[in-house]
C-alpha cells in the first residue's frame, strides 16, 4: 500500500497537512471554523484524488439543550435553544439570546413561528449560505457553484477542484449524548464515543 501512495506514513502525513492547512485558513480571522472532513481528513486521498470536504461551523453561535443555564454563555455568542419534541434527530432552534453582533445570515434565517418564538428556518439558513459562498467565487478564474445537495453546496474551483461545503452551528447536548451512547445497538463502540 506504502507504493501506491496508501502506507500509514503517507495517510499520517497528509492529515498533518490537511490539518495545518485548515489552521492557515482559520488564523485569517475569518467568521467560520474551517474543518477538513471525509476522505482528505483521513489522509486517504490526494489534493485532486477526490473532492474536498469541508465543515463551516459558525463562530459566535451555540445551540444549547433545555436545561443548559444561559448565564454560563459569553454575550457575544447568539444562543438557540434546542427543542427536541419533533422527529428523531431532529429539532427546532428556538432564538434565546442575541449577541451584541448577529451574523446577516442568522439575522436573515429568524421567522416568527404561529407562538410567538423566533426561530431559525433552515430553509432561509441555507440559502443565506449558498449566497455566502458564492461571493468567495471572485478570488478563483473560475468557480461554478452546483445546485444543493442536502446540506451541502457542492462547488468546482478553477475547473478541477472539486469542493462539498456544509454550514454548520456547534451544539452543547450532553443528555441527548449521553442517551444516544447508551442506545443498545452499541455502535459505534462506547469507547469511541
Request: hydrophobic share 40%; glycine share 6%; aromatic share 8%.
Amino acid at each position: 500500500m506504502t507504493r501506491l501512495g496508501y502506507g500509514e506514513e503517507i495517510r499520517r502525513r497528509r492529515i498533518e497537512k490537511y490539518r495545518e492547512f485548515d489552521s492557515v485558513q482559520n488564523d485569517e480571522g475569518n467568521d467560520v471554523t474551517r474543518i477538513t472532513v471525509g476522505s482528505k481528513a483521513e489522509g486517504l486521498t490526494c489534493v485532486l484524488e477526490s473532492d474536498r470536504d469541508v465543515l463551516h461551523v459558525l463562530k459566535r453561535v451555540l445551540c444549547v439543550e433545555a436545561g443548559i443555564n444561559l448565564q454560563t454563555i459569553p454575550d457575544d455568542i447568539n444562543v438557540f435553544r434546542m427543542a427536541t419534541c419533533v422527529y428523531p434527530g431532529h429539532c427546532i432552534l428556538l432564538f434565546e439570546r442575541p449577541a451584541q453582533i448577529t451574523f446577516d445570515l442568522i439575522a436573515h434565517a429568524l421567522c416568527v413561528n404561529g407562538y410567538g418564538n423566533v426561530l431559525l428556518n433552515s430553509g432561509l439558513f441555507m440559502d443565506g449560505c449558498a449566497t455566502l459562498t458564492s461571493k468567495f467565487e471572485k478570488y478563483f478564474v473560475t468557480s461554478v457553484q452546483h445546485e444543493r445537495a442536502g446540506p451541502s453546496i457542492p462547488h468546482t474551483i478553477n475547473g478541477f477542484l472539486h469542493m462539498d461545503i456544509v454550514f454548520a452551528l456547534r451544539c452543547h447536548c450532553p443528555s441527548i449524548i449521553h442517551r444516544w451512547a447508551a442506545r443498545p445497538s452499541h455502535w459505534p463502540s462506547p469507547d469511541i464515543v
